[in-house]
């Protein structure tokens, strides 16, 4: 009689034991939505290109290539293209020979509203001249073939650099303009 009253204890103590941690565990379970939100992404890419070349051309005729280390795709929030390691583009005139260089250390290209927008060391050069272009940010408007920058701007021709507080020009770059030029310097290497 002994050995089924202990049995008979064990098992109840077993019980209550069993019950206080159902009861703790389902009393500290919860789904505060601002800690779950925390911890889902909220916007993953879609497709990841390492180390892309793309190359454009209209016709046969070669126009740009593009080199990017990395290349990150989205569609939502809103179609993106996004090169978070930067982008070096160059230039042809249509015939295999390069006309100029882009690069900047981070840029992306909104599908839907025809933009892109590169920044952080943006450089541009023509080869056909020399003549460079340093600038914080620029915006190219593929709708109306311009591109802009509201942020200070530098150029180099020759000898001289120019300091301004925005950019503009045709997507060709054939009819550069800078705004409230601050001056322009004669450098001379010796």
């Given at each position: 009689?002994l ?25 500290s ?15 993953l890419p ?9 190359r ?15 290349v990150?795709q ?21 015939y ?10 981070y ?27 340093y600038?914080?940010?620029l915006t190219w408007?593929?709708?109306?073939h ?8 530098r ?18 770059f054939?009819q ?15």
């Amino acid at each position: 009689m002994l050995r089924i009253s202990s049995a008979h204890s064990t098992l109840k103590a077993r019980s209550r034991i069993f019950v206080l941690l159902l009861a703790c565990f389902m009393t500290s379970c919860g789904n505060d939505i601002s800690k779950i939100q925390f911890f889902e992404p909220k916007e993953l890419p879609e497709s990841t290109i390492e180390n892309a070349c793309m190359r454009r051309s209209e016709e046969g005729r070669l126009q740009v290539i593009m080199e990017a280390p990395l290349v990150l795709q989205y569609s939502k929030p809103e179609p993106k293209t996004e090169y978070p390691k930067g982008i070096k583009m160059r230039f042809f005139n249509g015939y295999n020979n390069p006309t100029g260089t882009l690069t900047a250390r981070y840029a992306v290209q909104y599908s839907h509203r025809q933009q892109t927008i590169v920044r952080d060391s943006v450089v541009i050069v023509d080869l056909r001249n020399g003549d460079t272009v340093y600038l914080q940010e620029l915006t190219w408007d593929e709708m109306v073939h311009r591109v802009y920058s509201n942020k200070p701007v530098r150029t180099k021709n020759g000898p001289r650099i120019t300091l301004g507080d925005r950019f503009e020009s045709d997507d060709a770059f054939t009819q550069p303009r800078i705004f409230h030029q601050r001056g322009t310097l004669e450098w001379k290497e010796e």
